[in-house]
């Protein structure tokens, strides 16, 4: 992958707001969490990459996942924590193998984009439900700080991750449903602790990341799908 030309002038302008934004931030609200403010750029690029269909993306999110599971912990956020560390991490892990595995037309700066069959989408429906089920009594047993919130991350965080791993174009816009969870969540959690202001900031730079990268994958599929049909009439 050439560093050169690869991002797009606006792809470099989100990325340098969204720093400036997180680091800004944490400059008014936390100066002591620095684990939040490396945890955040991480975050921020690896949704850049993963935009790009670049599976370098999913390799960051292995190392955001261990790191955010720490903050979360911090707050008691005990969905969050073991979403990232005990879903998010692994899924992450396993979704980088499936992206290295699938490169679209041997790029392997780039992943094939994949179509789920109506039948595996009932399935994954079925398999969020069940598991957000099963994280409800857990989280309510652990006494997790805003249960129902929490219990809604799992659920989105879940069918973010399947996705990712069967590498369709919604698993950003899951990822987009589940930032506007966590911005709820740590506003929740600001009222008692305004440092966690700067965790708000990193999460609307996110969403804002993440549903660019859902319009970068709507594309990106064009563009396979185009390339693929002019390599086939060859």
């Known amino acids: 992958m050439k560093a050169k030309g690869y991002f797009s002038k606006f792809e470099i302008s989100i990325w340098i707001l969204s720093v400036v934004s997180i680091t800004a931030s944490f400059l008014i609200f936390d100066r002591e969490s620095f684990l939040t403010l490396i945890a955040s750029i991480l975050g921020v690029t690896a949704i850049l990459l993963n935009a790009k269909g670049n599976p370098i993306g999913q390799g960051l999110m292995v190392i955001f996942s261990v790191i955010y599971g720490i903050i979360s912990y911090g707050f008691a956020y005990y969905g969050e924590m073991a979403t990232y560390l005990g879903m998010t991490l692994p899924m992450s892990v ?116 993440d549903l660019y990268a859902f319009i970068s994958w709507l594309k990106m599929d064009k563009r396979q799908n185009l390339s693929s049909t002019k390599f086939d009439n060859t």
């Open 94 to 209: 396993i979704a980088l193998i499936a992206w290295l595995r699938n490169p679209f037309q041997g790029k392997k700066s780039q992943v094939k984009v994949n179509k789920l069959s109506f039948k595996e989408v009932i399935f994954m429906i079925a398999l969020t439900l069940g598991v957000s089920a099963g994280f409800y009594f857990i989280l309510k047993y652990l006494g997790t700080a805003n249960l129902i919130p929490s219990t809604l991350s799992v659920t989105t965080s879940f069918a973010a991750v399947y996705l990712t791993f069967r590498r369709s174009p919604y698993f950003s816009l899951l990822y987009a449903f589940n930032d506007i969870v966590l911005i709820v969540l740590w506003v929740l959690a600001a009222f008692y602790d305004t440092s966690y202001v700067s965790v708000i900031v990193c999460f609307m730079m996110f969403l804002i990341n």
